[in-house]
């Protein structure tokens, strides 16, 4: 394989740039020539494409977001705007194609796999952590970590002032962030759209952890399964605290990526390099048990997301 083209689709992640440097010179040191597509699938179909050298990836993997920007993309679900998308592939040679992305980008992917044969690998770059085949999204510890760091800020001026804080976090369907950050903050409730709750119960719970003497409450609530401003609006009608909302937003989908991302993108960005090298695609990569494994990229997006129970439960032992 002599040309690769390189794209990062969908919702922002930190490490995307650390996955695109690890492609791009793991690329040409195997004496490929690599084109960046910028904005995602609207810049493959709009031919926004660029040919990228090894200075164009210098020091950017220490930056947040993507220096190919990204953007969601409704002509990848018409058969006509795949087959823009391929024309265009076709147009520079592109022999192969590394996707970055989530659920979403990984769908597109299998479209230009199924039906025009196009060699495709996709790396997972989202902060969700929803994707089953793979331990750890790109991007996910660095949202977690950005998540910690807010809450902690939030817990020191809620103490000051006796309050209770419910902070809503992203994750769409999947509750992971709000259940790593809720562990490592010692939150007293986390709310998941995995797992019924009471709002009765978390009300009863702060209200004991009260009378034990503490002074400051913590309730983490994933956007899946219940909006943060409702959670509070609901805790107030039950408690006779001061209680506050906050959402962490978008700020989890910046800032500089953690060390744990920056070398998940490089070991990712090597392995697609490596799998069209051997002309090998239709593929999507991952880590488990801190390996790199890839996986068939038909049979990684029809797998459904299992919640870790396990962890779960952890959570429960040392809150609630």
């Given at each position: ?54 200075m164009s990836v210098s020091g950017i993997s220490a930056r947040g977001g993507t220096i190919l920007r990204t953007a969601r ?102 509750g992971d962030i709000a259940l790593y950050a809720g562990i490592a903050t010692g939150a007293d409730a986390v709310l998941l759209p995995e797992e019924p709750f009471d709002m009765k119960k978390v ?118």
């Amino acid at each position: 394989m002599k040309r690769i083209g390189l794209l990062t689709s969908g919702g922002d992640a930190p490490g995307m740039n650390a996955a695109i440097r690890a492609v791009v010179r793991s690329a040409i040191n195997s004496g490929m020539e690599v084109f960046g597509i910028r904005r995602g699938y609207a810049g493959l179909i709009e031919d926004d494409v660029i040919p990228m050298d090894k200075m164009s990836v210098s020091g950017i993997s220490a930056r947040g977001g993507t220096i190919l920007r990204t953007a969601r993309c409704l002509e990848m679900l018409e058969k006509e705007g795949r087959e823009r998308a391929v024309a265009t592939l076709k147009k520079y040679g592109i022999e192969g194609l590394v996707v970055i992305g989530g659920d979403g980008s990984f769908h597109g992917a299998k479209c230009l796999t199924e039906e025009f044969g196009i060699l495709t690998v996709g790396i997972p770059g989202t902060i969700d952590n929803d994707l089953e085949y793979t331990d750890f999204t790109l991007g996910f510890d660095s949202a977690v970590n950005t998540c910690i760091n807010a809450i902690g800020n939030l817990q020191d001026t809620m103490l000051s002032h006796e309050r209770v804080c419910v902070v809503e976090v992203m994750g769409r369907r999947c509750g992971d962030i709000a259940l790593y950050a809720g562990i490592a903050t010692g939150a007293d409730a986390v709310l998941l759209p995995e797992e019924p709750f009471d709002m009765k119960k978390v009300a009863a719970h702060i209200e004991e952890t009260r009378k034990m003497g503490k002074l400051v409450n913590t309730v983490i609530v994933a956007e899946g399964a219940i909006t943060g401003e409702e959670c509070a609006k609901q805790l107030k009608g039950l408690l006779p605290y001061d209680i506050r909302f906050n959402c962490i937003g978008h700020i989890q989908r910046g800032g500089t990526p953690t060390m744990a991302d920056r070398i998940l993108g490089a070991r990712l960005g090597v392995r697609a390099v490596e799998l069209l090298g051997s002309g090998v695609g239709n593929r999507v990569i991952g880590i488990r048990k801190n390996a790199v494994v890839d996986m068939d990229i038909i049979e990684a997006v029809s797998l459904q997301k299992t919640f870790d129970s396990a962890l779960y439960n952890t959570l429960q032992m040392i809150t609630m």
